[in-house]
């Protein structure tokens, strides 16, 4: 299977701390996007890194891929209550079709 | 710019009826997904199209599904003769070119009763 692995599956942290999620994957990649779900809801994009990038910013996100281990981070700062939500990492394998995983269940404690 | 659209948002259909999703993508894109979630899992790629052109649909249960982007109107996620398996969420995302971030909409729930 292609298909990326968050990893931890589920994460709980104080508000305040710092989340950080990672994503692994096995074959190359064109780009990887990372999403954000809240319960119920629909997917919210939130970074695309492309396999020639190493890092990318955008607020209080920062995401690194390393093509070499297959692998991508998600770290959130900063953590907030509205944070809470579930977290996917989905590759782009040159054709258009992401391949998401399974996802990891992040959890601010208030 | 108003985001992709999805209707209805919730379904419910018998056993043996038919299904229609629509998906309306952002203005000024061309290219449509349709992902489908099944409880606790992550999406699953289903057909990527193009206006008036299936580009790849090799995500699509080969009986009883549909999908077709006219050159006017929505995209069309069409499921015949349901059954409980295809409960789920239908999430359709759009983007403007390829190699793009792909945006979501808020997905159809489907029930099969």
């Known amino acids: 299977s292609q298909q990326g692995e968050e990893d931890p599956q589920a994460l709980s942290i104080q508000e305040g701390e710092n989340a950080t999620m990672n994503c692994s994957y096995k074959t190359s990649i064109n780009n990887l996007q990372w999403y954000r779900q809240n319960s119920g809801r629909g997917l919210v994009h939130l970074i695309l890194?492309?396999?020639?990038?190493r890092e990318k910013h955008s607020g209080r996100l920062r995401v690194t891929l390393d093509t070499s281990k297959k692998s991508s981070s998600l770290l959130i700062t900063a953590s907030r209550a509205a944070d809470t939500a579930s977290y996917f990492c989905a590759t782009d394998f040159g054709n258009e079709k992401l391949t998401f995983g399974t996802g990891t269940r992040l959890t601010i404690i208030p | 710019n108003a985001g992709v659209m999805q209707n209805p948002r919730h379904l419910v259909r018998r056993r043996g009826q038919e299904a229609r999703l629509r998906c309306s993508p952002m203005?000024?894109?061309?290219?449509v997904y349709w992902y489908r979630q099944l409880p606790e899992e992550g999406l699953k790629f289903m057909v990527y199209l193009q206006k008036e052109n299936i580009i790849d649909e090799s995500g699509m249960p080969k009986e009883r599904f549909s999908a077709e982007f006219p050159k006017e109107g929505p995209s069309i996620l069409r499921i015949q003769q349901v059954v409980r398996g295809d409960s789920a969420a239908y999430f359709c995302?759009?983007?403007?070119?390829?190699?793009?971030?792909?945006?979501f909409g808020p997905g159809t729930r489907l029930t099969v009763l």
């Open positions: 203005k000024g894109h061309s290219h």
């Open positions: 995302a759009s983007s403007p070119y390829r190699d793009h971030e792909q945006f």
């Open positions: 890194i492309r396999s020639n990038e």
